[in-house]
């Protein structure tokens, strides 16, 4: 069915960064054909699709805005998928930070204390890490498998936020709408370029990124993790603790993913809502993956996710295309990368792709 | 409610005011189209709240022809998302946009306070502004019409609800209902499942399946799927469809539906922005104005309930009759609106308590 | 409570549990031989557009079933290139294939939304259906519910009284060992994948011809990642799949059956709705904790790829 593949004597680091470009590439070219079969005329729908949105800085601080959330979340899961943990519920983890966040903005609605911004980042770090601190005890105490229960508290998640909005938290001026009050002045986060929406979580994103790499690449914990990952049965043997590997890995995920719940609520929505859910806990497993587990990646794997969300919108308004063919971008990317990554450790029998 | 001011007037407000003397002169001259955009919560489909919009905004282009331009963006979620929609729309030059759902109500603010030269109304929100007006179904009332036949059509007694959110709409919806089926029917009992979804088919049908085996003979639905009316008319039973006809889905069983018409306020509105003349205003629409109606009856209505609830439509129509007029007694047995007068808009656009009939609680605020 | 509401909910839970049953069985095969598909909500998506699609235009239910079969086939045999012969990671390309799935449905659904479908009159066992509160629960059900049951019979004999279903186990327990007796994991395994997938698909067209019959968008519902809750639940055990889903849509059903009641009850409805979603928890739980059920049952070489040339 495939030319033969054949075993490299050493992982190509060229088909390491190489690989993504070529996902990236072929998922253009599928894009193009995708077009093509839809009776749009192929370059017009590449440009609507990935050069409109971010034609001018509006547009790319919108860009910004939406890959914030993303590169926030992945650095978390890289962090636990490295060690093969699998937290997929970050998208609950998310939810709930944004409730920790909101609660602190609810508490303090009436002072204008400069210590609200950073009483609700901390809240908002521990709601997600509460929340993802539950499948990482199941998996410690009662080997309970952590895909399935972090996946279950997605659900729980947004059953309790939906609780929330129309119980205890509702606005009482909001005609019993599902919402709270809009937050105050000292419950937003400052605008980071006057006349967007974009936030200084950008800015924390950017840091997160950064302690990501040199918690992943450089600390002794980093490398224990990631042993622990490739090799189980080497990482007992060598005395490190699964047990660590997986509270570290759930709670650094939980907690990112809260932040980035917190920015959510604090920034461009500015009151929790029963809509606080967009999936980006989901989109950023995507996001960590095509990013190579690792934080330079995730940052342009963020950008990219982000262009192919705001590339489905203008789809929908100029190609008159509905809007889940950005999904279908999504996948069509990721299956392309996973497959694309064989060449990493194999190249095919007779072609020209070995050096 | 609805303030229709006479052309001349407004044309006044609309120059003197800030609002836009560019966008109007270039209107007068009939030089372009009006760029109009309609952004949906949902899917277009053929059946529900969304495709109810957009039979209106057909409706408004066949009225006002090569006069306009449109774009509908569907499907566009509540959250942050959607103030990129309504910018872009903005800025790309469309000078009305219409936000159908109430999650866009403070980005629509948020949008409408940036491009000050654009006009924006909102469909179910409750904040309003310079270029900002706010319009609204009174679905209510089309709900107590239904109830009216609902009441005499049943013989267990029990209606079944499957509701979505406990929100106003849906509660004021619950209420109006069994007050209809009550007006005629004092043994009518209301059982309402809470499916926490707009959409779960299979939650609903579900739903629907527990309400039919405890009881219910008649029917109807908050939430957006057909599904309710397809399971009626599988098992039987009558189904008072909402937001659209669905005698598609139950060609027998649709006792009737209560819909919501807004072709004529698009048309309207749309109009005025044509003319230059559109100022932001309130506009909670019912029977009067054209917005709410029901569905042709089913053949099985008797002659006679047919008559009664055309006449009581005329009459709400006329406010001659109100769906809560006094006395409207809450489900504890407390006079809510005593005997005499009528519930204002404000205490029924805050609805919180279930009124006498409904059976269970409403879930705790 | 009277009868007829028992046999009601009975009956509704069974109708609940459907999709879940055929989806799960087709996955607890695909994870005995070492493969573990994390796509099932994609497929089943793609399964109940498709059937949808085929149904629409040939009138045919069965047709649609079958064509809904064929395309779970077809895009887990994608998922199955993937992992088995570019030996990516199983548990990405399978979320891969979740949102792709959604996704592609979404997209290629767009014009069925809120299409009508007959509905489809359930199939009365004689004699069987008349047997009081079980018999019309059990035997007044969809065709497709009597082959769930006949599915779950099938994959037990196969599994454990079959030849080719032992092979299949050696291959999930120890890939290299059935690899040197001479077995082709990979071809093995390949045919695994695409009966998960295919079972996925008729899953999913349980869901939009028999279940609501309609398509929407979203309409699996997380329903996928229920069914694969359901095979760890079951400690790959076919015939606890079938007492786990009907648990879990009876769960599902209850909570409907205590608001449809009219009992003044305080208890949020979102705490209702959390239930089922509690309840799996729970039960992961309570199975997970005891090591050896999980050792015993689960496949040794879940996940892992295997390049028969390595």
Not at chain 1, 335 to 349: K, M, P, Q, S, T
Not at chain 3, 46 to 71: C, E, K, Q
Not at chain 3, 86 to 107: E, S, Y
Request: proline residues 5%; glycine residues 10%.
């Amino acid at each position: 069915m495939l030319p033969r593949l054949e075993a490299r004597a050493e992982a190509s680091n060229a088909m390491r960064y190489g690989s993504p470009l070529l996902a990236v590439g072929l998922t253009l070219i599928g894009g193009l054909v995708l077009f093509y079969l839809l009776g749009r005329n192929p370059l017009h729908g590449f440009r609507v699709f990935f050069f409109d949105p971010v034609h001018d800085l509006y547009g790319i601080s919108e860009l910004l805005l939406k890959a914030t959330p993303l590169m926030l979340i992945a650095t978390g899961l890289a962090v636990g998928f490295r060690a093969n943990v699998w937290n997929i519920g970050a998208e609950g983890q998310f939810l709930m930070g944004a409730v920790g966040a909101t609660g602190v903005a609810l508490l303090f609605q009436n002072s204008q204390s400069a210590l609200v911004l950073p009483l609700m980042l901390i809240a908002g770090a521990i709601g997600g890490a509460v929340w993802a601190a539950i499948p990482a005890a199941l998996k410690t105490r009662f080997n309970t498998n952590e895909i399935l229960t972090s996946l279950m508290l997605v659900y729980v998640a947004q059953l309790l936020v939906s609780w929330l909005v129309f119980g205890p938290w509702k606005d009482p001026q909001g005609f019993n709408f599902p919402q709270t009050i809009m937050f105050g002045n000292n419950a937003l986060l400052p605008i980071l370029i006057p006349g967007t929406r974009l936030t200084i979580a950008f800015l924390i994103a950017i840091a997160v990124l950064i302690g990501g790499y040199v918690f992943m690449n450089r600390s002794y914990m980093g490398f224990q993790m990631q042993v622990a990952g490739q090799a189980e049965a080497a990482a007992r043997y060598a005395g490190y603790s699964s047990v660590r590997t997986v509270w570290v890995s759930l709670l650094t995920g939980g907690a990112l993913a809260g932040i980035a719940g917190m920015a959510e609520v604090a920034g461009p929505m500015g009151q929790l809502t029963d809509h606080a859910s967009s999936g980006y806990g989901f989109a950023a497993i995507i996001v960590a993956f095509i990013g190579r587990l690792n934080p330079i990646g995730i940052f342009f794997a963020s950008l990219l996710m982000a262009l192919l969300y705001m590339g489905g919108e203008q789809a929908q308004q100029h190609l008159n295309l509905p809007p889940a063919i950005g999904q279908v971008f999504q996948g069509m990317l990721l299956f392309f990368l996973l497959g694309a990554d064989v060449f990493i450790n194999y190249r095919l029998r007779r072609a020209s792709l070995a050096k | 409610m609805t303030s229709r001011r006479t052309a001349v007037k407004t044309l006044g407000v609309a120059l003197g005011g800030t609002a836009l003397p560019l966008a109007s002169m270039r209107s007068a001259f009939a030089a372009e189209p009006v760029k109009v955009g309609f952004v949906y919560i949902s899917p277009i489909s053929d059946a529900g709240w969304t495709y109810q919009h957009e039979l209106g905004r057909r409706e408004m282009v066949k009225a006002l022809g090569d006069k306009v331009q449109t774009k509908v963006v569907e499907n566009v979620p509540e959250g942050p998302d959607a103030e990129r929609v309504f910018r872009e729309l903005a800025q790309s030059g469309h000078k009305i946009v219409f936000g159908t759902s109430f999650g866009y109500m403070n980005y629509m603010v948020k949008v409408a306070q940036q491009f000050p030269n654009n006009d924006f109304e909102h469909c179910t929100g409750y904040k309003t502004g310079k270029n900002l007006g706010i319009y609204n179904g009174r679905f209510y009332q089309g709900r107590y019409l239904c109830g009216l036949v609902a009441g005499k059509m049943t013989k267990s007694n029990i209606i079944g609800f499957v509701a979505a959110f406990p929100i106003p709409e849906v509660v004021m919806a619950i209420n109006s209902f069994i007050r209809g089926a009550r007006a005629v029917n004092p043994k009518a009992e209301m059982r309402v499942i809470w499916a926490n979804t707009w959409y779960d088919p299979g939650k609903e049908r579900a739903a629907a399946e527990a309400l039919v085996a405890q009881g219910a003979d008649v029917l109807t639905h908050h939430t957006d799927s057909t599904v309710v009316a397809q399971f009626a008319e599988q098992k039987g039973v009558w189904v008072c469809s909402y937001h659209s006809d669905m005698r598609k889905y139950a060609p027998t069983k649709q006792l009737t539906a209560s819909e919501e018409i807004w072709g004529g306020y698009y048309t309207k509105t749309i109009g005025k922005v044509v003319d230059g003349t559109w100022k932001p205003d309130n506009t909670w629409g019912g029977i009067k104005e054209g917005m709410i109606d029901i569905a042709p009856l089913n053949p099985a209505v008797p002659a006679d309930v047919k008559a009664m609830v055309l006449q009581a439509k005329e009459d709400i129509g006329s406010g001659k009759r109100h769906p809560f007029e006094g006395p409207v007694v809450d489900q504890a047995g407390k006079t809510v609106v005593p005997k005499g007068q009528n519930i204002t808009d404000d205490a029924l656009s805050k609805m919180d308590y279930y009124v006498e009939g409904v059976a269970g609680k409403l879930p705790k605020s | 409570m009277d009868t007829t509401i028992l046999t009601s909910i009975f009956s509704a839970s069974i109708v609940a549990g459907t999709p879940l049953i055929i989806a799960a069985l087709g996955e607890l095969v695909t994870e005995k031989s070492g493969v573990l598909n994390l796509g099932l909500e994609g497929l089943m998506s793609i399964g109940a557009i498709t059937g949808f699609v085929v149904t629409n235009h040939s009138g045919s239910p069965v047709l649609g079933v079958l064509a809904a079969m064929i395309a779970g086939m077809a895009a887990s045999l994608v998922f199955a290139i993937i992992v088995l012969n570019l030996t990516a990671n199983q548990v990405a390309t399978g979320l891969a294939l979740a949102i792709f799935g959604v996704g592609l449905a979404a997209f290629v659904g767009k014009p069925y939304e809120s299409v009508a479908l007959p509905p489809i009159e359930p199939l009365h066992i004689p004699l069987l259906s008349s047997i009081p509160v079980i018999g019309p629960a059990l035997f007044q059900q969809q065709w497709l519910v009597y082959f769930s049951w006949l599915l779950c019979a099938g994959v037990i004999w196969f599994l454990y009284r079959s030849r080719p279903g032992l092979v299949l186990r050696a291959v999930g327990e120890s890939p290299t060992s059935a690899h040197a007796v001479g077995y082709s994991v990979l071809t093995i395994r390949y045919l695994a994948t695409m009966f998960g997938g295919a079972m996925a698909g008729i899953g999913g067209a349980f869901m939009s011809l028999f279940y609501t019959p309609m398509w929407s968008e979203g309409m699996v519902a997380g329903r996928g990642w229920i069914a694969l809750a359901l095979v760890v639940f079951a400690t790959w055990r076919p015939l606890r799949v079938l007492i786990g889903a009907y648990l879990f849509g009876g769960v599902m059903i209850a909570q409907l059956f205590v608001q449809g009641s009219g009992l003044p009850i305080e208890i949020p409805s979102q705490f209702l709705s959390a239930l089922p979603y509690l309840a799996t928890v729970v039960v992961l739980v309570i199975i997970s904790r005891n090591l050896n059920t999980i050792r015993l049952n689960s496949p040794v070489s879940l996940g892992q790829s295997f390049r028969p040339d390595a």
